[in-house]
């Protein structure tokens, strides 16, 4: 394992060339999470399986997860990677925080921290195409959040589940805690 300090040093005097990591109780096909691994370093990765001693080199290829049935992996594709996604096929960057597993049972609180500083605002006038709606999904704060894509349905990422367009209504209705709208889809 390499030391994060080292690894920084090394990244600063611009000698890595490639990422090697290892799937020791798989093929070393890239997975998805890899895969955004990939695009994010910018640089080629080496995957290994240690135990059969094959291994894969894939390099950047500009790969976007798709917004409906990517796995959920904390922090790589969850509930904000998704918001993020979406809203940047609209031209919108959002950040990527830095978040901890459980988050929202450790004292944090990532949506009311950040979210109206990215240029949203709260709105009380009925779903809109595009809308960001945050839940309180069986937590003390907000923790889980969805885009609403019109006709009643909402795209969102729950833990242990694949990302999905579902019925916005029933439990996600009554979880539901703010509505924004970007001020740049504001007409």
């Given at each position: 394992?390499?030391?994060?300090?080292d690894?920084?040093?090394?990244?600063?005097?611009?000698?890595?060339?490639?990422?090697?990591?290892?799937?020791?109780?798989?093929?070393?096909?890239?997975?998805?999470?890899?895969?955004?691994?990939?695009?994010?370093?910018?640089?080629p990765?080496?995957?290994?399986?240690?135990?059969?001693?094959?291994?894969?080199?894939?390099?950047?290829?500009?790969?976007?997860?798709?917004?409906?049935g990517?796995?959920?992996?904390?922090?790589?594709?969850?509930?904000?990677?998704?918001?993020?996604?979406?809203?940047?096929?609209?031209?919108?960057?959002?950040?990527?925080?830095?978040?901890?597993?459980?988050?929202?049972?450790?004292?944090?609180?990532?949506?009311?921290?950040?979210?109206?500083?990215?240029?949203?605002?709260r709105?009380?006038?009925?779903?809109q195409l595009?809308?960001?709606?945050?839940?309180q999904?069986?937590?003390?704060?907000i923790?889980?959040?969805?885009?609403?894509?019109?006709?009643?349905?909402?795209?969102?990422?729950?833990?242990?589940?694949?990302?999905?367009?579902?019925?916005?209504?029933?439990?996600?209705?009554k979880?539901?805690?703010?509505?924004?709208?970007?001020?740049q889809?504001?007409?």
């Amino acid at each position: 394992m390499l030391d994060p300090r080292d690894y920084a040093d090394a990244e600063d005097a611009g000698t890595i060339t490639h990422i090697v990591h290892s799937h020791p109780t798989t093929n070393p096909a890239p997975s998805q999470a890899d895969l955004l691994g990939i695009e994010r370093t910018g640089l080629p990765w080496i995957i290994v399986n240690p135990i059969t001693e094959q291994y894969t080199v894939t390099e950047p290829s500009g790969y976007k997860a798709p917004l409906v049935g990517r796995p959920f992996v904390h922090g790589v594709t969850d509930c904000w990677s998704l918001i993020r996604d979406y809203y940047a096929e609209l031209g919108i960057a959002l950040p990527d925080f830095e978040r901890d597993a459980e988050w929202w049972r450790k004292g944090g609180n990532l949506y009311e921290e950040h979210i109206e500083g990215l240029g949203f605002v709260r709105v009380e006038d009925g779903l809109q195409l595009h809308d960001l709606v945050l839940m309180q999904l069986a937590s003390p704060v907000i923790n889980h959040g969805g885009v609403y894509s019109a006709d009643n349905v909402i795209l969102h990422h729950v833990s242990g589940k694949l990302s999905s367009r579902d019925v916005y209504g029933g439990h996600l209705r009554k979880i539901t805690r703010w509505i924004l709208r970007h001020r740049q889809l504001i007409k």
